[in-house]
């Protein structure tokens, strides 16, 4: 849009054919005190065009209708074609003054009488001009704000006008011609409405025409328009033109997805919630409510729309008491109600609402959460830990008594054995055996009821360590070997040889296993035998799986009675047989559970009167050493030495002389009984390494020490104590040991620890 | 011979190596030393003279491993724990007694299993 202010030239547009007209126009102008003008002519339309083809820019376009090349209305008309927003002030004869009205109606801005020309009224039409301009400026300037345009359609010259704001909403550049612009090609081609046929046949019916369009162009991308127009008609009632506006509604179009989408969200959410969501009037008619209502209450859309929900407060309790004290906006959070439902049924749950008073509404709006199953499950998880908690207590009760019980019984025990090496008669003696031997019953009773306690409560801890599988059955053997002669029944240990020499596990839990099923074989089996096979089953990483079978050929156990034995406190009823079996019925309790302990499982099978056969495995581990006899060979080296072992204890300096003269043979074993010895015999043998016991009569490992490292500090000495923490705490060190071996003896450490030193020395 | 309640003879079997002759020395051993040591032990914590008790409870505690019974040798070692300073002195005895009962317990089975290496090595 061409703008002029009083500084500027105002640029004009002369299409004249006759030159002193022209000229004249240039002179009344530059003389009517508007301010500097700059003048084109064009003497025909071709010329005309061809200015407004390159600019449109013109303050004011003075036009001479009757042009070499043009005539009349159809001079206006082209002129308007190329410069529709231009202001065009038609130069007319006198005889033409209808004609000027009629080119007004056509679009002219004005007409003046040739004859008529002056300044002034060239001045006029001027500054009318610019000021139009002015405001058509503000228009589109409101128009791009609000992104709408507007719009029109002649219908007799079937040309469509259009604001800048409406161009640029189809994607068109400013300096587009508008008659390049068609709605149609930019619009999507299913959109049949925008056909200007099917605007007019509306128009027709309806007088109005509005309808929201998508276009989808490279320009512009996808846009939301809406398009409204009306109709305009002359004297004789006839449709001439059809303005309208278009508005780029993509923003608004966007916003109302988006809330769609929220909206449809929010319905899921109120659809699909579990809590019951409602609104209701103030005096407790359901409006909403979604599916989880019907569901706690039981009753149907329907029934519910019939309802008040007074009646799903118990009879007891005030509905308005409780919401009335709610005032405008206030809210009553997860408030403990009980609702009855339809069946009568009370359902436990949470009521939280807030009260609405509005113009648009006003009652309440809420949420009820059914918490019965919630409650139900925490009474009952409640009342699973008070009977885990007895439980727990029972068990420390019954470990706590058991151990206390134990030692009274100890004392029982002992007193009944020292009696009896007194001089007793032989009703005292009888009396005193049998209060021995009930003491020995119950104490064993008292040591099951303890550990099934202990193992019950997970407070039995294995102690792993390497140990020969074969001594600990040799072992058990032969503690039974004497009970298989007194029955007279047949007792065999069979050891598969792939055996290996040692695993690493706890040898003292295996022990017990071996003794409480032996103990249950030969408590049960009065004639036959009584086998023990044991083999391994090689697994991986370093695993071997221990495989045991104890058969019997005992009374058997009824088949359904085998699921059972392994309960605690559960024997097999034995009314039948002639004798009485003690027992407190924990012994395979306790055998299954420590198998268990030790990742193992235990099978049994059994026949009445043919015997029965307890299977176990447990996987014991490899030691992580070799074994003793690879050691042997390999590992460690033969030496030549002499070894003082200072140890007043004599089991320690057998079994440490023993298995120091087995391993070296060509070795010397020295014993001092005290620090004292020690000193006088390292004098005098020269060891090349002593084991020194700390704790010792007459003088201690620690003074012994002092004095013979005074004297000879490269002789290596080793600590032996049963004092962990010496070992712990590296105090040994002040006393100038050279390391420290604890007690009770372990050989592959004692081996491991001289040669360590014997090579360090030489 | 019963089976073995009290004892465990699976450390003894495994230094002794499975030497019959060094078994009955250990076994031996035990019968005669540290029985009369379970004994002196329980007349010196009567007596009050603690810090001896201390001192032969510390020797016991490498002698009772050959034993293998658990009890004994965890009411020992706590036993020697407390010696060290004797002002629990309703404990210290109550645990006297128990080491004395256990051992007295242990006693006729160690006594049994002497007499079966015997007849062993007779028959």
Redesign the interface.
């Known amino acids: 849009m061409p703008y002029s202010t009083s500084s500027q030239k105002h640029k004009i547009l002369v299409i004249e054919d006759n030159k002193a007209d022209a000229v004249l126009i240039e002179y009344h102008l530059s003389n009517s005190g508007v301010g500097q003008c700059d003048f084109t002519f064009a003497e025909t339309l071709e010329q005309a065009t061809d200015i407004l083809l390159i600019s449109q820019e013109y303050a004011i376009i003075f036009l001479d209708i009757n042009l070499p090349d043009s005539n009349g209305m159809e001079t206006l008309l082209s002129v308007l074609r190329f410069a529709p927003d231009s202001n065009v002030v038609v130069l007319t004869g006198h005889a033409d003054r209808d004609f000027g009205l009629a080119t007004v109606a056509n679009g002219a801005q004005d007409y003046i009488v040739k004859e008529d020309l002056d300044g002034v009224r060239l001045g006029r039409a001027l500054l009318f001009s610019i000021e139009r301009n002015r405001i058509l400026s503000r228009l589109e300037e409101s128009q791009r704000i609000a992104q709408l345009g507007h719009w029109e359609f002649n219908l007799k010259t079937h040309t469509y006008t259009a604001s800048k704001e409406a161009k640029r909403i189809f994607g068109l550049s400013e300096s587009d011609n508008i008659f390049k612009f068609r709605i149609r090609k930019h619009i999507n081609d299913k959109d049949s409405h925008l056909d200007i046929n099917v605007i007019i046949n509306q128009l027709n019916k309806t007088g109005r025409y509005t309808q929201t369009i998508e276009i989808n162009n490279d320009t512009i991308g996808k846009r939301y328009l809406e398009m409204s127009c009306r109709p305009f008609f002359d004297e004789e009632n006839t449709m001439v033109s059809i303005r309208g506006i278009i508005q780029d509604i993509t923003r608004l179009k966007s916003l109302e997805k988006e809330n769609q989408e929220r909206q449809k969200r929010i319905e899921n959410i109120f659809k699909h919630s579990t809590d019951g969501l409602y609104t209701s009037t103030l005096d407790g008619q359901f409006l909403e409510f979604n599916n989880a209502i019907c569901r706690i209450t039981g009753y149907s859309t329907e029934e519910l729309k019939q309802l008040n929900i007074k009646s799903l407060y118990p009879k007891n309790v005030n509905r308005n008491e409780i919401l009335n004290k709610l005032t405008d906006g206030s809210s009553l959070s997860d408030f403990p109600i009980d609702c009855v439902t339809k069946s009568g049924d009370i359902r436990n749950c949470l009521l939280s609402t807030t009260k609405i008073i509005t113009k648009e509404f006003s009652g309440f709006q809420g949420v009820i959460r059914d918490i019965t199953d919630k409650k139900k499950a925490e009474e009952e998880k409640q009342k699973r830990e008070v009977a885990e908690k007895a439980a727990q207590m029972k068990e420390r009760f019954l470990a706590s008594v058991t151990h206390e019980m134990r030692t009274p019984m100890n004392a029982v025990l002992g007193m009944s054995h020292l009696l009896l090496q007194t001089s007793l008669n032989n009703e005292q003696t009888e009396f005193v055996s049998s209060i021995k031997h009930a003491s020995e019953n119950l104490l064993s009773i008292i040591n099951d009821i303890l550990e099934i306690s202990q193992l019950q409560h997970g407070s039995i801890s294995l102690h792993k360590s390497d140990f020969s599988p074969a001594l600990i059955f040799n072992t058990v053997k032969k503690a039974f070997d004497f009970k298989a002669q007194e029955k007279n029944i047949e007792f065999k240990l069979n050891i598969d040889d792939s055996m290996p020499d040692s695993l690493f596990g706890d040898k003292g839990r295996l022990t017990q296993i071996l003794n409480n099923l032996l103990g249950n074989a030969f408590k049960f089996t009065e004639k036959g035998a009584i086998t023990v096979n044991v083999q391994t089953k090689r697994g991986e990483n370093s695993k071997v799986a221990l495989l045991c079978k104890v058969q019997d050929t005992g009374l058997g156990i009824p088949e359904d009675k085998l699921n059972a034995i392994f309960e605690t406190f559960t024997q097999v009823d034995r009314s039948d047989s002639n004798k009485i079996y003690e027992g407190t019925g924990l012994g395979l309790a306790i055998t299954k559970q420590l198998i268990e302990k030790q990742n193992g499982t235990i099978q049994v099978s059994s026949k009445v009167n043919i015997g029965s056969e307890f299977t176990f495995e447990i996987p014991f581990e490899l030691p992580k050493t070799t074994s003793k006899k690879a050691i042997k060979v390999h590992e460690i080296p033969e030496i030549n030495n002499t070894i003082l072992l200072a140890e007043d204890n004599k089991m320690n300096q057998i079994v440490a002389k023993k298995i120091l003269e087995n391993q070296w043979p060509k070795s010397k074993v020295l014993v001092a009984q005290n620090g004292q010895e020690a000193i006088d015999l390292e004098h005098k043998h020269k060891p090349d390494l002593i084991l020194m016991d700390i704790q010792m009569p007459v003088m201690d490992g620690n003074e012994a020490t002092s004095i013979i490292k005074k004297n000879n500090p490269e002789l290596p000495i080793i600590a032996l104590t049963a004092h962990a923490y010496m070992a712990e705490s590296n105090q040994y060190l002040n006393y100038g040991y050279d390391d420290i071996l604890l007690k009770p003896i372990n050989p592959e450490n004692l081996f491991s620890i001289i040669t360590k030193h014997i090579t360090q020395s030489s | 011979?019963?089976?073995?309640?009290y004892i465990?003879?699976?450390?003894l079997?495994?230094?002794?190596?499975g030497?019959s002759d060094?078994t009955k020395?250990?076994l031996q051993?035990?019968i005669d030393?540290?029985a009369s040591e379970v004994n002196l032990l329980q007349k010196q914590i009567e007596k009050g003279e603690y810090h001896q008790a201390q001192?032969l409870s510390?020797?016991l505690?490498?002698?009772f491993?050959?034993v293998g019974n658990?009890?004994l040798i965890n009411d020992n070692t706590s036993l020697e724990l407390l010696l060290k300073d004797p002002s629990d002195i309703p404990r210290i005895q109550?645990l006297s007694?128990?080491v004395?009962?256990?051992?007295?317990?242990c006693?006729?089975e160690i006594q049994?299993e002497l007499k079966?290496y015997t007849l062993d090595k007779l028959s």
């Open positions: 011979m019963t089976t073995n309640k465990d003879l699976s450390y079997l495994e230094m002794s190596g030497d060094m020395t250990l051993l035990l030393e540290a001192r510390h020797k505690k490498t002698t491993p050959f658990q009890q109550t007694q128990a004395h009962s256990i051992w007295n317990s006693l006729p049994n079966s």
